[in-house]
């Protein structure tokens, strides 16, 4: 697997990624696949601008795997941290091992810097949680939505 520089040409993919990580939760909604799809859109380019302001250094990464697009990785480089802002993977893809490599190579880049990775995950989401919590990552703070978690090294 390798990472590949977000270009201009990859946002059609990178808004597929997105919306495959929300398609359980819009599924419960009583909206038609129009509906949906600007909804998603919206929230799609809100999460661009927040992301942008907050991290103006965000390294946009597209998955690959045998040739084929398989997700995407927002990184943050901070001065002592890097945060894993957004990690997803396609749902036809999950579960055999991309994501572990991944972070284990976050884990590998922070280390030779001397630094911390930090990401947050949806509380509802137990799968990612206990994968982070096996790769040594701690919660270290939690609100309504999310769970903060740090791996120091």
Avoid at 8 to 14: A, S, T, V
Avoid at 77 to 91: E, S, W, Y
Avoid at 117 to 128: D, I, K, Y
């Amino acid at each position: 697997m390798r990472l590949l520089k977000a270009a201009l040409e990859d946002n059609e993919f990178l808004f597929e990624v997105y919306a495959s990580s929300r398609m359980n939760e819009l599924n419960e909604w009583p909206w038609n696949e129009e509906q949906k799809k600007q909804f998603m859109q919206m929230q799609y380019h809100c999460q661009q601008i927040s992301y942008k302001q907050k991290y103006p250094h965000l390294e946009t990464s597209i998955l690959v795997s045998h040739k084929e697009k398989i997700g995407r990785l927002l990184l943050a480089d901070l001065r002592d941290t890097l945060v894993i802002v957004d990690l997803t993977i396609l749902p036809h893809f999950q579960g055999r091992g991309m994501g572990t490599k991944i972070l284990l190579e976050c884990q590998k880049r922070a280390q030779q810097h001397d630094k911390t990775v930090q990401l947050s995950v949806f509380r509802s989401n137990e799968r990612a949680k206990s994968l982070y919590e096996q790769l040594g990552f701690k919660q270290i703070e939690c609100s309504d939505m999310y769970i903060f978690m740090e791996w120091t090294g």
